[in-house]
């Protein structure tokens, strides 16, 4: 009997412990799926989040852009010739009329490691004074304390329905309150009234001056007519002509009165110091040359002659010997007036290395790949000439301060900036008149041998 009641009572524990399991797992699985329904639902509230703060952003982003307009408007509509970014122009109308300008940004800011780029550099003269410069030069560039070439959009001043003009110099720009009935859109550069005839007619001026201030107003308004200087070159139209530009839609400016339904005026190219025009530069490099920022792949070796230039401005006195050193070296001699564009263009795209006397010459280097190498020859008239009169901060010993890297554009260093902008090797060689053929040779084997390294 006994037996018989354990064993029922087992058979009683099974039937009730069974239907308990079963419950016991489902109620784990529920719990199991709404944990993660719940780790999904978190997941979605933190994107959604992630989302608010994005959109949040744009907004106040947007919302100081909208008050940094309205107060630009307001600065504008304040005064009477409110002061602008440019000297040399004048905007007139009242308050009401000037209310109605806006300032356009074009581009975006450029910054760039500068002694990244800076390749070898060998002073070989003799001369005590060049020497002392050279090393005033570089102690500046190391006491300036901040490692970078800057430079900011350009600015153009939008102004509807307006007259324009240059008057003793100035551009006299007047917003009128009544439309135009006129269709024209007008764009006017700076260099049409601000700069000096021979700088305009000079290619490297042109290209890294000029023709990036064309290309920011084209970037705002294509279809404009731009009023353009006088004396117009060949290699105006046809350098613009590169990124689209119809030549037609450039026409020579005496600077009478011109009405038009919308003006674009350039005001500021953003540069600092005495530096370039970095971020419109850049803009034209992008436009002109579209693969500029991929890794050189050409393997041609350029040296661009100046024997083409005035006799005042050649530099070096035995430059057919330093040609012949260069040729030694595998090197093409190239004289830029004797080569049309398209062969310039296609020249720098295929150089793995560019080498001349400073001068206007290496401009193409806008065309040439990142990482191209480029070599400077500087002389004791050429560094000299740097020196003189206001042309340079660093001659006077000054030492930098934050930013004022960019304040050198103007000394011999000048190609070193430009080349650290497209991310290009510079390296410098300085010499007397008569460039030293053996040291000039080392040099030039030690920059070889750095190109086919990297």
């Known amino acids: 009997m006994k037996d018989l009641e354990a064993a029922l009572a087992r058979v009683l524990r099974r039937g009730a412990i069974g239907p308990a399991a079963e419950a016991s797992g489902a109620a784990e699985q529920a719990v199991t799926a709404f944990r993660r329904q719940l780790a999904a639902l978190r997941e979605q509230l933190q994107s959604l989040n992630a989302h608010l703060e994005r959109a949040q952003r744009r907004a106040e982003r947007l919302l100081a852009k909208e008050r940094e307009q309205a107060h630009e408007?307001?600065?504008?509509?304040?005064?009477?010739?409110?002061?602008?970014?440019?000297?040399?122009?004048?905007?007139?109308?009242?308050?009401?009329?000037r209310l109605r300008v806006r300032r356009v940004r074009v581009g975006d800011p450029v910054e760039r490691p500068y002694s990244r780029w800076v390749g070898i550099t060998h002073c070989a003269t003799a001369s005590a004074d060049v020497r002392e410069l050279w090393e005033r030069l570089l102690t500046f560039e190391a006491g300036c304390g901040d490692d970078v070439l800057r430079g900011f959009p350009a600015t153009i001043l939008d102004v509807p329905g307006a007259t324009v003009s240059i008057v003793d110099g100035s551009l006299r720009m007047t917003p009128r309150l009544q439309p135009q009935q006129r269709a024209d859109v007008v764009g006017v550069p700076r260099c049409t009234y601000d700069l000096a005839a021979r700088k305009v007619g000079n290619f490297g001026h042109w290209m890294l001056d000029c023709a990036p201030q064309v290309v920011a107003l084209w970037k705002v308004a294509p279809e404009a007519t731009?009023?353009?200087?006088?004396?117009?070159?060949?290699?105006?139209?046809?350098?613009?002509?590169?990124?689209?530009?119809?030549?037609?839609?450039?026409?020579?400016?005496?600077?009478?009165?011109?009405?038009c339904r919308r003006l674009l005026a350039f005001e500021s190219d953003g540069r600092t110091g005495g530096g370039r025009p970095l971020s419109p530069l850049m803009e034209l490099r992008r436009l002109l040359a579209p693969t500029?920022?991929?890794?050189?792949?050409?393997?041609?070796?350029?040296?661009?002659?100046?024997?083409?230039?005035?006799k005042k401005r050649k530099w070096i006195v035995n430059e057919p010997a330093v040609e012949q050193l260069f040729r030694s070296r595998g090197f093409e001699v190239i004289v830029m007036r004797d080569c049309p564009l398209d062969e310039q263009v296609g020249l720098f795209k295929e150089a793995r290395v560019v080498a001349g006397i400073n001068g206007g010459g290496l401009t193409d280097i806008v065309f040439s790949a990142s990482g191209t190498h480029v070599i400077v020859l500087l002389s004791d008239t050429l560094i000299r000439w740097y020196a003189g009169g206001?042309?340079?901060?660093?001659?006077?010993?000054?030492?930098?301060?934050?930013?004022?890297?960019?304040?050198?554009?103007?000394?011999?260093?000048?190609?070193?900036?430009?080349?650290?902008?497209?991310?290009?090797?510079?390296?410098?060689?300085?010499?007397?008149?008569?460039?030293?053929?053996?040291?000039?040779?080392?040099?030039l084997d030690d920059v070889l041998a750095e190109v086919e390294r990297t």
């Open 73 to 97: 408007r307001a600065s504008l509509a304040a005064i009477p010739r409110a002061r602008l970014l440019s000297r040399s122009m004048t905007l007139e109308g009242s308050p009401s009329e």
């Open 226 to 259: 731009f009023l353009m200087p006088q004396d117009a070159k060949w290699f105006h139209a046809a350098t613009l002509a590169r990124i689209g530009l119809d030549p037609r839609q450039m026409v020579p400016w005496d600077g009478s009165q011109v009405e």
């Open 292 to 310: 500029g920022a991929s890794p050189a792949g050409g393997n041609r070796r350029i040296y661009v002659s100046r024997r083409d230039a005035p």
């Open 390 to 443: 206001g042309r340079s901060v660093w001659s006077g010993g000054e030492r930098g301060g934050r930013g004022q890297l960019a304040a050198l554009g103007d000394s011999p260093r000048f190609w070193t900036h430009v080349a650290a902008t497209f991310e290009q090797p510079c390296h410098s060689f300085v010499g007397e008149d008569e460039m030293p053929l053996g040291e000039l040779g080392r040099f």
